[in-house]
């Protein structure tokens, strides 16, 4: 038998996201002021896209106080990924995985998880989210700390397997013991050192520091107090109301480029509207969980992941990441990013769990009050919380301290020191 090709037709059953899900997804991510100067652009050139209760031409009120024109994250992203030489498939997943970072640059859900909500191969997700986590900054798209160092010191030119052995091994590097990262690295010690010199560049947050546009804040949400209870709304001037312009819609209704214009335009009020439903569910949800800290403050908050909220609404973790990243709500004239009611646990006093942006506050509140002259260091933090029932190491309180750009007690006491006037 000769071996020869063939060609033929093979029909196979898949999922795959459509361009009115994708522009779904794409309205979800975006905040209110970016969101707003989208919808000018489609505004301008649909003609069957109109404001309701407004003309077509009505869209300068709501356009986006821009101060700066530096592309955010996710454009950025994008546009790395498009210099990528990618099959079609692993582009789409790919920036389909930069839309659903959550604001620090991590990615909460699994690629399973991913492929089950796209309908597209494990394999495909995981070749999008090893050219994700191939940009700029590095770590970018890490689905837990440890990965986000590696990938950290993969970027600094280490192999893969070394850099996933570095990171399984900070305690051995923190106290020097050579010999032991030797034997487990298999590396010289001079070798090592250079590792060791790489350490103390690494950050826990990719996007940290990361210069973003600057642009007027608006609220998505609005939580106000009703006869003792909140009751969140949607912001009605976050966004414009859309509908469609029936009277040209008739007079062209067998138009072709109409037919496309009114495909965009349905597709975009539907994501709009689906945008909405989405948030108003995640906001009063809050509103239920975080109870205390619309009528006590941040002190109050209770611990409360995107994922056990994503499981509570019955949502996935992706949307619930694209939904709250980078929206805000309006408590009673006070405007809070979404992301400040989602916080790590920490045991609490009586084994209660005390979550971790209350931890930071209570440290804030502590180094306030602190007398000047000899100021608490970490380990002192440390032993009044935990006096106070919250089990927390040093290192921890370290870390909420540098996050709350604190200086170190050494470096407070210096500061107090040079501001003594001089004796003569």
């Not at 280490?158 to 013991?177: H, N, Q, T």
């Not at 029936?246 to 945008?275: K, Y």
């Not at 994922?307 to 992706?318: D, I, K, T």
């Amino acid at each position: 038998m000769k071996p020869g090709t063939r060609l033929g037709l093979v029909q196979r059953q898949r999922l795959a996201l459509t361009p009115a899900v994708r522009q779904s997804l794409e309205v979800l991510r975006l905040p209110a002021a970016t969101l707003s100067e989208r919808i000018a652009e489609e505004l301008g050139r649909n003609p069957l896209l109109v404001r309701a209760g407004g003309g077509r031409g009505a869209t300068a009120d709501f356009l986006p106080d821009l101060v700066a024109a530096e592309p955010g994250l996710l454009e950025r992203l994008h546009a790395q990924i498009g210099l990528m030489p990618l099959d079609a498939p692993v582009r789409q997943a790919a920036e389909y995985l930069a839309g659903t970072l959550r604001d620090d640059g991590y990615l909460d859900a699994t690629p399973a998880e991913i492929a089950a909500e796209t309908g597209q191969p494990v394999a495909v997700i995981e070749a999008g989210l090893a050219a994700l986590q191939a940009c700029d900054p590095p770590g970018v798209g890490a689905r837990d700390l440890a990965e986000c160092l590696a990938l950290q010191l993969l970027d600094r030119g280490l192999d893969r397997p070394i850099a996933d052995a570095v990171v399984g091994m900070m305690a051995d590097f923190a106290a020097a013991r050579w010999a032991r990262l030797e034997i487990g690295l298999g590396l010289p010690r001079a070798r090592l050192q250079e590792i060791a010199a790489l350490l103390p560049g690494l950050v826990p947050h990719p996007v940290a520091g990361l210069s973003a546009p600057v642009q007027a804040l608006r609220p998505d949400l609005v939580a106000r107090f009703r006869d003792g209870e909140i009751v969140v709304e949607l912001a009605r001037d976050a966004l414009p109301r859309l509908r469609l312009d029936h009277a040209l819609l008739q007079r062209s209704a067998d138009d072709a480029f109409v037919a496309e214009c009114r495909v965009r335009a349905e597709a975009l009020i539907a994501a709009l509207r689906q945008r909405g439903a989405t948030l108003l569910r995640i906001g009063r949800h809050l509103a239920e969980v975080q109870a205390g800290f619309f009528s006590q403050g941040e002190a109050a908050l209770q611990p409360l992941s995107r994922r056990q909220l994503a499981e509570a609404l019955g949502l996935h973790p992706a949307t619930v990441g694209r939904a709250v990243a980078d929206k805000a709500i309006d408590v009673e004239g006070r405007l809070f990013p979404l992301s400040v009611f989602f916080s790590a646990p920490l045991p609490g006093p009586g084994g209660t769990m005390a979550a971790g942006a209350a931890v930071r506050r209570r440290i804030a509140a502590l180094i306030a009050a602190e007398p000047a002259a000899a100021p608490l260091s970490d380990a002192r933090l440390c032993a009044i919380l935990r006096g106070e029932g919250v089990d927390i190491a040093r290192r921890t309180v370290a870390k909420y301290r540098e996050a709350l750009r604190l200086p170190s007690s050494a470096d407070r006491r210096r500061l107090y020191r040079t501001r003594q006037p001089r004796r003569s």
